[in-house]
């Protein structure tokens, strides 16, 4: 017995004046995803930094298995006094490997009133990332750009209220110059759906 018979048969017997009115479902679909997480930073190569800071990030789910993104980083470095250290800039696609980018709901509506929505129960969802960055180091006495790609792993951990946990781990290539440095990068935050 679905949900929309148990509460058509519970308003039936409770309300009998009332069961003459209609019970209507409707659903909606979350494809947009706003993300506020803290990013951790690590450059190896020809000089170690490493820095922590804000990420700011925006997915659109194309379909259930496939999202386009954009974000933006600041890392902050506390080595001598609170300062700058890059810039960053992403663009992403996004693929799941477990669950699906658009969260389903359900509206039960009675007599033009909703009554109750229900999220469907879906997988945790796993996901693969390949962005192409741009990364705005900064030095002492100017700014160097350093371009290239990475690859993260992402999860949404559990959910509080209506936000997603979420942690990402991602692996990278920059070229600053005729140098390269591998950046690692971890992110832990939380995300909302529209």
Do not use: C, H
């Amino acid at each position: 017995m679905g949900l929309k018979t148990s509460l058509g048969m519970f308003i039936g017997l409770a309300f009998p004046a009332m069961a003459q009115e209609s019970l209507k479902v409707s659903s909606e679909s979350k494809r947009v995803q706003v993300a506020l997480t803290t990013e951790y930073s690590y450059f190896s190569g020809a000089s170690s930094l490493s820095g922590m800071g804000p990420n700011f990030s925006i997915r659109y789910a194309v379909d259930r298995k496939l999202g386009i993104g954009i974000s933006m980083a600041q890392g902050l470095t506390i080595d001598q006094g609170l300062a700058a250290l890059y810039s960053s800039f992403r663009s992403s696609v996004y693929w799941a490997l477990n669950g699906s980018f658009t969260k389903e709901n359900k509206i039960y509506e009675f007599a033009g009133r909703p009554m109750i929505s229900v999220t469907g129960s879906r997988k945790k969802l796993v996901y693969l990332m390949g962005s192409f960055e741009q990364y705005l180091l900064n030095g002492t006495t100017q700014v160097f750009p350093a371009t290239g790609f990475s690859i993260s792993l992402g999860m949404e951990l559990f959910r509080i209220s209506n936000v997603d946990v979420i942690a990402e781990l991602g692996l990278g290539l920059l070229v600053l110059d005729n140098r390269t440095s591998i950046p690692f990068n971890a992110r832990l935050g939380g995300a909302w759906s529209f």
